[in-house]
């Protein structure tokens, strides 16, 4: 047993596919779907087994929250099985932003993980979904050859960043920018006050906004615009990750000090924050329109999500960013923060 409380009753019945795989050296393996917890538990010990048991017991945890929740679906837990024991797995994952996110398949033997990618071809094609996402961890042995033959790019490094809530740097005498931001930046202002706040209510003017803001981004610029927008709006909301308190629209005011043009207060980007539970809260999507990039923003916009945070009495506030987005990482340390993990992301796109 893996030591999680489980709903017994939630775990469907295993769905096994008609197809088996031989294997030269050993005489039968079998995949299956929807598993039973305790198979859930054995995937999960072969496939984070280099991680230190403290690590374990938290990825472990992840995984059973996000399977608890339904973020992520029985029928997308891939078990291979040899005479009815687990021998290796593959765990997927649906996300707001339109991917199937997986953290790389192991086996505990010498089997071959190719039966695993055609599955998860096929189930990643049954959701419309662009591409397959594939994250290693930094001390995760990574058979690459094996990742590329089936259809996998390298695309970059991305850095797991934290940081302890409310501490901030003044942003005055900032170097490589092109203008300080002084009076850029008129107003936070939140999608709602009311968590019940509908969605659909500002909708048009928040999804025209996120799109300005994804036009040439600089965190991995390969997936840009793969998904639409409005999917990825859907996507949050139908897993409950709409955050109406914690979403922002951010004004600013364009001045013949800052550019050579003059407008008034206007939209220049968005912020959105997450609740991660009782010690932190994620930093999960920032973005500026592009003529206002370059000027020193990024250091305004975080440190009032680190505030925005510690008022909510989160100890630690949690990013992602792609390590080649030079801009973001050097804004994010500038404010504290400090990668903890490494992750390689490689993608297939389909």
């Excluded at 039968?28 to 496939?47: G, H, K, L, Q, Y």
């Excluded at 968005?270 to 990024?298: I, K, N, P």
Aim: hydrophobic share 45%.
């Amino acid at each position: 047993m893996c030591g999680i409380t489980r709903r017994d009753a939630r775990v469907p019945v295993p769905r096994r596919f008609a197809a088996a795989f031989i294997n030269k050296k050993f005489k039968f393996m079998e995949i299956i779907t929807c598993p039973s917890a305790d198979m859930i538990c054995d995937v999960v010990r072969i496939i984070f087994e280099h991680l230190s048991e403290a690590e374990f017991a938290i990825r472990k945890k992840l995984i059973f929250d996000l399977v608890e929740s339904n973020a992520i679906q029985p029928d997308g837990i891939f078990v291979a099985l040899d005479d009815g024991v687990v021998v290796g797995g593959l765990i997927s994952q649906f996300r707001p932003d339109g991917f199937v996110m997986i953290w790389h398949p192991a086996m505990s033997g010498n089997y071959s993980m190719a039966p695993f990618f055609e599955r998860l071809d096929i189930y990643a094609k049954s959701l419309n979904a662009p591409a397959i996402i594939l994250m290693t961890d930094n001390n995760q042995p990574v058979n690459e050859p094996v990742i590329m033959s089936c259809g996998f790019l390298y695309l970059s490094d991305m850095l797991m960043l934290a940081a302890k809530s409310g501490d901030v740097t003044d942003s005055k005498n900032t170097a490589n920018i092109d203008v300080p931001p002084k009076n850029i930046i008129t107003k936070f202002e939140q999608y709602a006050i009311d968590k019940s706040y509908d969605l659909a209510v500002r909708r048009d003017e928040f999804e025209r906004l996120m799109k300005l803001t994804y036009k040439n981004t600089a965190d991995f610029p390969r997936l840009n615009m793969i998904t639409p927008v409005e999917s990825i709006l859907d996507e949050y909301q139908q897993q409950n990750l709409f955050c109406p308190d914690l979403w922002f629209f951010i004004r600013g005011k364009i001045t013949k000090e800052t550019v050579d043009q003059k407008t008034d207060d206007a939209y220049i980007g968005v912020l959105l924050l997450s609740d991660a539970g009782a010690e932190q809260m994620e930093l999960t999507y920032m973005g500026l329109v592009e003529q206002y990039r370059g000027f020193g923003l990024a250091d305004e916009i975080i440190k009032f999500a680190k505030l925005t945070s510690a008022k909510r009495g989160r100890n630690f506030i949690t990013t992602a960013v792609d390590e080649q987005n030079s801009p973001a990482l050097r804004a994010y340390i500038k404010q504290g923060f400090a990668a903890w993990d490494r992750k390689k992301v490689y993608a297939k796109f389909l």
